[in-house]
């Protein structure tokens, strides 16, 4: 069973490094006993994520029930087939993550299905099932042998979770408007009247969701600390590139941070995190 395990979790490894370079990076920063259940947790959300925003030709809503269904059949049973759901499952069981986290995040998977704008509720209901609960997943990870701390830490981790949604959003605004006919932000119409002030409005609650966050960043334990920092630095980089693009040019390209620049940024991490002050 181990080198069974070994495999599955060598999967979610793989689909983490093929998916996302920074995540990958910060994972890399993290203890070693942390890393192999947030590749767990990140390729489960990241092939329920697939199917709602690639699977154009096929029955997507089949699947995504089906892949639902197989979830929680497999936390059950302690074992699957698939190798995704396998090492979801472990984690799932071993760290004791709540069904209420999964829960909704198959509800925010199912709103990609249908919903194309948001209203102030439905907004907040999708970011809390599709990024605050990841957060909170990966924080009942992190504090395994600290569990009192977790109601502390809980809402920096949806804050950390909310801001790297919101500047997704910012980010994919040409594909998620005209590829998938999304539209996430309330009462921004991207044919009429996206403008820069509606911008800085959106960028203004970020901004508050990463100094909140930054808060528990601080006091995570050392095994995760430094992995968390880095994906914080990573996504704040991106978001100063993001502020200082204008709201005409959002539409029409797509910001990034180099991989030159990711390894420049893990540096700057890494002498940040040396300077935090260690907390118990």
Do not use: W
Not at 25 to 40: C, H, M, Q, T, W
């Amino acid at each position: 069973m181990e080198i069974y395990d070994e495999t599955n979790f060598e999967c979610s490894k793989i689909i983490t490094k093929k998916y996302s370079t920074s995540f990958s990076l910060g994972i890399l920063a993290f203890s070693k006993e942390v890393r192999n259940p947030i590749y767990g947790i990140y390729a489960f959300v990241r092939f329920a994520d697939e199917i709602v925003d690639t699977f154009h030709n096929y029955k997507k809503e089949e699947l995504l029930r089906k892949f639902e269904e197989e979830t929680y059949q497999s936390i059950k049973d302690g074992i699957s087939l698939n190798p995704v759901l396998h090492s979801f499952q472990s984690v799932v069981n071993e760290y004791k993550i709540e069904h209420e986290l999964i829960d909704a995040f198959f509800k925010s998977m199912e709103m990609d299905l249908h919903n194309t704008k948001y209203n102030d509720q439905t907004y907040e209901n999708y970011i809390y099932g599709s990024a605050q609960v990841v957060g909170l997943m990966c924080l009942r990870v992190f504090l395994k042998d600290q569990p009192e701390k977790y109601d502390l830490l809980k809402d920096s981790a949806k804050s950390l979770g909310s801001a790297f949604q919101k500047i997704n959003f910012l980010r994919d605004i040409k594909d998620d408007f005209e590829e998938k006919g999304r539209t996430y932000f309330p009462e921004v119409n991207f044919d009429k009247n996206f403008n820069q002030n509606q911008k800085e409005i959106i960028e203004k609650d970020i901004k508050k969701d990463f100094d909140f966050a930054y808060q528990g960043i601080i006091k995570l334990p050392p095994s995760c600390r430094f992995g968390v920092l880095t994906a914080y630095i990573f996504y704040l980089s991106l978001f100063k590139k993001i502020k200082n693009t204008p709201a005409n040019n959002i539409m029409t390209k797509r910001v990034r941070v180099s991989n030159s620049q990711k390894l420049l940024l893990c540096f700057y991490a890494f002498i940040k995190c040396k300077l935090i002050p260690q907390y118990t």
